[in-house]
């Protein structure tokens, strides 16, 4: 019995950490995307340029598959990008030494840990380049590991996940 308690605890962490990130769109369905075929990057805000490069990347090989081609003037949307991190912090509580649930001052020890986490927010925007109005919204949040390459790993398939049902369809 305990072995098997463990062998779903190790499940779970492993399910648990392996998760991609929270990942929602959003977009005008008055947008007709049959129109669109070229697109050209705006503005991609990140702390870090290397990460601006790998989400460039990252998104125009979507983009690429679904037949979109990049473009430098007289585009059919413009593409802007947010990848932001901040701390987080959480409080847990462990309880010992009580014997079962009893009510009343029973003895027992309560131990509280806080634990910081490094949370991201990637966001990808299209808007229409006649138009200026924002067709198609991507955003993902999720956790990041203190190892990068895990991180670009997270971004890959958070942006394929993000792209997996894209164009949308009226």
Same mark, same amino acid.
Request: hydrophobic fraction near 40%.
């Given at each position: 019995?305990?072995?098997?308690?463990?062998?779903?605890?190790?499940?779970?962490?492993?399910?648990?950490? &392996?998760?991609?990130?929270?990942?929602?769109?959003?977009?005008?369905?008055?947008?007709?995307? @049959?129109?669109?075929?070229?697109?050209?990057?705006?503005?991609?805000?990140?702390?870090?340029?290397?990460?601006?490069?790998?989400?460039?990347?990252?998104?125009?090989?979507?983009?690429? &598959?679904?037949?979109?081609?990049?473009?430098?003037?007289?585009?059919?949307?413009?593409? &802007?990008?947010?990848?932001?991190?901040?701390?987080?912090?959480?409080?847990?509580?462990?309880?010992?030494?009580?014997?079962?649930?009893?009510?009343?001052?029973?003895?027992?020890?309560?131990?509280?840990?806080?634990?910081?986490?490094?949370?991201?927010?990637?966001?990808?925007?299209?808007?229409?380049?006649?138009?200026?109005?924002?067709?198609?919204?991507? @955003?993902? @949040?999720?956790?990041?590991?203190?190892?990068?390459?895990?991180?670009?790993?997270?971004?890959?398939? &958070?942006?394929?996940?993000?792209?997996?049902?894209?164009?949308?369809?009226?």
């Amino acid at each position: 019995m305990k072995k098997s308690s463990l062998i779903l605890v190790a499940v779970l962490t492993l399910i648990t950490s &392996a998760a991609l990130a929270s990942i929602q769109t959003d977009y005008d369905h008055s947008a007709d995307f @049959t129109q669109y075929h070229t697109y050209m990057w705006g503005q991609v805000k990140t702390k870090d340029s290397l990460w601006a490069d790998r989400i460039h990347q990252d998104v125009d090989q979507q983009l690429k &598959a679904k037949g979109w081609v990049l473009v430098t003037a007289d585009p059919d949307v413009v593409i &802007a990008a947010l990848g932001d991190s901040h701390n987080e912090q959480e409080e847990q509580t462990f309880y010992s030494g009580m014997g079962g649930w009893r009510w009343g001052g029973a003895g027992g020890v309560a131990t509280t840990s806080t634990y910081t986490t490094r949370e991201g927010l990637f966001i990808v925007s299209i808007f229409d380049a006649k138009t200026k109005k924002l067709v198609w919204k991507g @955003t993902a @949040t999720g956790s990041l590991s203190d190892n990068p390459d895990k991180n670009i790993g997270k971004l890959s398939k &958070a942006v394929s996940k993000m792209f997996d049902k894209f164009p949308p369809k009226r």
